[in-house]
Each structure stands twice: as C-alpha cells, then as structure tokens.
C-alpha cells in the first residue's frame, strides 16, 4: 500500500482545512488509517484513527471535538477535516495505514503501523 497525503497549507487561527490520504491498491479498504502530526524538534504525535469500514473513529484529545476523520472506500481516500485550527496545530501531518486492530492507546504507537505516506504542512499563523 502506498499513501499520499496532501491539502496543508498556511491558515488563520480559527480557520479550517481539510487533508486528504490517497492510497493505491486494492486492499486499501481493508486497512484502518491514522493521523500523526510531527512539529520541529518534537516527537510524532497521534491525532486520531479511522477504521477500515468507517464504522469507528478515535481522536487524540488534544483535537476532540475540532477534528473529524472519514472515509471514501470507493475513492481509496481518508479525510481529516480540521476545525478551530490553533497554532499548537502546526506541524508536518501524516498518515499511515495498518493491517491489525487496535483500540485506544494502542492506536497511538507509532511503530504499529505498517504503512506511511510523506507528510504535508500545516501552518496556523495567530
């Protein structure tokens, strides 16, 4: 599986933008897909996690209630609509893609997952 993300950029605080993890293959549907974020000088961090049917979602708390992920099985695509942007939300986002369940602090490790796409910008200037 390859991954691909894009849609970063440069917003306000308070606005939004939507990031987008394009996957090839055909088994991309069958994987649950994660955000991670990794700002200068500082660990990569869980964001939130989506599983293979969409039926169920996780979200760091540092993003609950402002971040939404989804997912397009027909479009091989996982979305991350995020909302309320902060600057502590800047950061290089990535995602990854992994063949095995988890569920809570387990989704969070990053070396649990199996797959990941190169990172986009995210900026939010105050």
């Known amino acids: 599986v390859q991954l691909q993300a894009s849609g970063g950029g440069l917003v306000q605080a308070g606005g939004s933008l939507r990031l987008s993890c394009a996957g090839s293959?055909?088994?991309?549907?069958?994987?649950?897909v994660g955000w991670f974020r990794q700002a200068p000088g500082k660990e990569r961090d869980f964001v939130s996690i989506?599983?293979?049917?969409?039926?169920?979602?996780y979200y760091a708390d540092s993003v609950k209630g402002r971040f939404t992920v989804s997912r397009d099985n027909a479009k091989n695509t996982v979305y991350l609509q995020m909302n309320s942007l902060k600057p502590e939300d800047t950061a290089v986002y990535y995602c990854?893609?992994?063949?095995?369940?988890?569920?809570?602090?387990?989704?969070?490790?990053?070396?649990?997952?199996?797959?990941w796409g190169q990172g986009t910008q995210v900026t939010v200037s105050s």
């Open positions: 293959g055909r088994t991309f549907s069958s994987y649950a």
């Open positions: 990854a893609a992994r063949t095995d369940s988890c569920s809570g602090y387990g989704c969070s490790i990053v070396g649990s997952y199996d797959y």
């Open positions: 989506i599983s293979w049917s969409g039926g169920s979602t």
